[in-house]
T-cell receptor
């Protein structure tokens, strides 16, 4: 069990640039989540994949955000035309069971938009 | 929609003190309830969970009981250690038309020797 890995750990970008984050879940986990966490707040749900299908997206996810999970393996989260309000920690989590089971979280990607 | 309310932090306790972190929830149907913990510099990890009313989750000396009548899932530990210093998040999964786990805002605990 190598855990959920996220890359990069930190990303600094200028407003208006596009950024892409990668998440590699635990290999046998077919369910994958993206969350966003700002300082002093709990994680906020962004989107959910079951295998390669994106089954749920939060209303928080504007059309500047897009996520993919080709072939049901790793996932990417892209933010286009970044804004300062996008600065946050982006967390990925995976599980083999339903949401009633344990989620395994990665260490996150810290995004700073200048 | 689903929501979780936790007591405001930060909480500072001396070693061996008793800990309670309050958590109440609003949810559709019969949610499963969780406590996740985030140690400094680490990712979130599951501390304990309970899947139905009156269940007690326990791990590492921490306990929480699923109280449907008061919609609560308070976290307790009889004697905290410095190593328990972390941020604690209460969360729920209702499965009622959504796959998401809903988190509270977190409570930061600092334990001093």
């Amino acid at each position: 069990d190598t855990g959920v890995s996220q890359d990069p750990r930190h990303k600094i970008t200028k407003r208006g640039q596009n950024v892409t984050f990668r998440c590699d879940p635990i290999s046998e986990h077919n369910r994958l989540y993206w969350y966003r966490q700002t300082l002093g707040q709990g994680p906020e749900f962004l989107t959910y994949f079951q295998n390669e299908a994106q089954l749920e997206k939060s209303r928080l996810l504007s059309d500047r955000f897009s996520a993919e999970r080709p072939k049901g393996s790793f996932s990417t989260l892209e933010i286009q035309r970044t804004e300062q309000g996008d600065s946050a920690m982006y967390l990925c989590a995976s599980t083999a069971g339903t949401g009633r089971e344990k989620l395994f979280f990665g260490s996150g990607t810290q995004l700073s938009v200048l | 929609g689903d929501s979780v309310t936790q007591m405001e932090g930060p909480v500072t306790l001396s070693e061996e003190a008793f800990l309670t972190i309050n958590c109440t929830y609003t949810a559709t149907g019969y949610p499963s309830l969780f406590w996740y913990v985030q140690y400094p510099g680490e990712g979130l990890q599951l501390l304990l969970k309970a899947t139905k009313a009156d269940d007690k989750g326990s791990n590492k000396g921490f306990e929480a009981t699923y109280r449907k009548e008061t919609t609560s899932f308070h976290l307790e530990k009889g004697s905290v250690q410095v190593s328990d210093s972390a941020v604690y998040f209460c969360a729920l999964y209702s499965g009622a038309g959504s796959y998401q786990l809903t988190f509270g805002k977190g409570t930061k605990l600092s334990v001093i020797p």
